[in-house]
């Protein structure tokens, strides 16, 4: 099993700039979360889906930040237009039913 | 809505003994307690989880132990190595229907001293 699958890795891009975020969850898993890490903040959870319907995106910043889940293996995390403020690490996790979150190894977004 | 405070926030510890981290929890309601552990540069990793039907659980050196009563949960490591220094998280969530979500923790530095 590859765990989940993030792309890009590290990013760095200019204010202003538009940034979209891949993740591939494990297969067979029916939940996919999306979180950032900062050092001010900690882990939040930005918005999370059962079964490719998001459920719950009240932890998402603004209207700058968009999710999708077309299909059970693929997710983006977009943000139009990126702001110096939106620099972290991005994670994604898939989960099963009632299971615990596995994370991705993340994306460290630098916005200049 | 759920809240999880973590203790302590930094823990150093001499290579050898163990190490105690403890998480409280408000919602009643909260089912299912994992804990991750964190390297740098990396994703956190869930290492261990309980569910509110039972009261202890044992992996080799690490151990949780869960008081639904006075709502909290405690990550035990015995016999610490080098390689557990890291950030471990606590979390809690109501699962009973779906994968509704986990409230983390702020953390816990540990720190294993050679």
């Known amino acids: 099993d590859a765990g989940v699958i993030q792309s890009p890795r590290h990013e760095v891009t200019e204010m202003g700039q538009e940034v979209t975020l891949r993740c591939k969850p494990i297969?067979?898993?029916?939940?996919l979360f999306w979180y950032r890490q900062t050092m001010m903040r900690g882990l939040e959870l930005l918005i999370y889906?059962?079964?490719?319907?998001?459920?719950?995106d009240s932890g998402m910043p603004e209207d700058r930040f968009s999710a999708k889940m077309p299909n059970a293996s693929f997710s983006t995390l977009k943000i139009q237009p990126s702001e110096p403020r939106d620099s972290a690490v991005y994670f994604c996790?898939?989960?099963?039913?009632?299971?615990?979150?596995?994370f991705g190894p993340g994306t460290r977004l630098t916005v200049l | 809505g759920e809240n999880v405070e973590q203790h302590p926030s930094t823990l150093s510890v001499q290579e050898g003994d163990s190490a105690v981290i403890k998480c409280t929890y408000s919602?009643?309601?909260?089912?299912?307690f994992p804990w991750y552990k964190q390297e740098l540069g990396k994703g956190p990793q869930l290492i261990i989880d309980i569910r509110s039907n039972v009261g202890e659980k044992k992996d080799q050196r690490i151990a949780v132990t869960l008081n639904k009563t006075a709502k909290h949960f405690s990550l035990h490591i015995t016999e610490t190595q080098p390689e557990d220094s890291a950030v471990y998280f606590c979390a809690a969530s109501p699962r009973n229907f779906g994968n509704e979500k986990l409230t983390f923790g702020t953390g816990t530095r540990l720190t294993i001293i050679p």
């Open positions: 297969s067979g898993h029916n939940s």
């Open positions: 996790a898939s989960s099963l039913q009632k299971g615990g979150e596995f």
């Open positions: 919602d009643s309601a909260s089912n299912y």
């Open positions: 889906f059962n079964n490719n319907v998001p459920i719950d």
